[in-house]
């Protein structure tokens, strides 16, 4: 069983910055491609970036494309969500997912594991 849980969220003015974090635990971390998605009040979650298992692969929405960077330290279990230049359109609760098997990048549905989220909030 993987543990993933989430931090780093918080309250910030728009174009201002944050780093969420994701720590696994319960499987080789270098094992699981990892994504976050984020999910705002009566939407559906939507795909925001994930990253493959070595960390050679990144892929991102469109609307977060050149203000979000994802990255992962395998040697410390733990995936990272660098976020820049925020829009009070970025504010949602952030969920980290991580997938032991086949997946597609931006379907939620192919990950296995989820963590708890982390709201961000950004403000005008």
């Known amino acids: 069983q993987v543990q993933l849980v989430e931090s780093g969220g918080g309250v910030v003015q728009a174009g201002g910055s944050l780093r969420l974090s994701c720590a696994a635990s319960?499987?080789?971390?270098?094992?699981?491609?990892m994504g976050w998605f984020r999910q705002a009040p009566g939407k559906e979650r939507e795909f925001v970036s994930s990253?493959?298992?070595?960390?050679?692969?990144?892929y991102y929405a469109d609307s977060v494309k050149g203000r979000f960077t994802i990255s992962r330290d395998n040697a410390k279990n733990t995936g990272f969500l660098q976020m820049n230049s925020l829009k009070p359109e970025d504010t949602a609760a952030y969920y980290c997912?991580?997938?032991?098997?086949?997946?597609?990048?931006?379907?939620?549905?192919?990950?296995?594991?989820w963590g708890q989220g982390t709201q961000v909030t950004v403000s005008s």
């Open positions: 319960g499987r080789t971390f270098s094992s699981l491609a």
């Open positions: 990253i493959n298992r070595s960390g050679d692969y990144t």
């Open positions: 997912a991580a997938a032991i098997g086949s997946y597609y990048p931006a379907e939620p549905h192919t990950y296995d594991y």
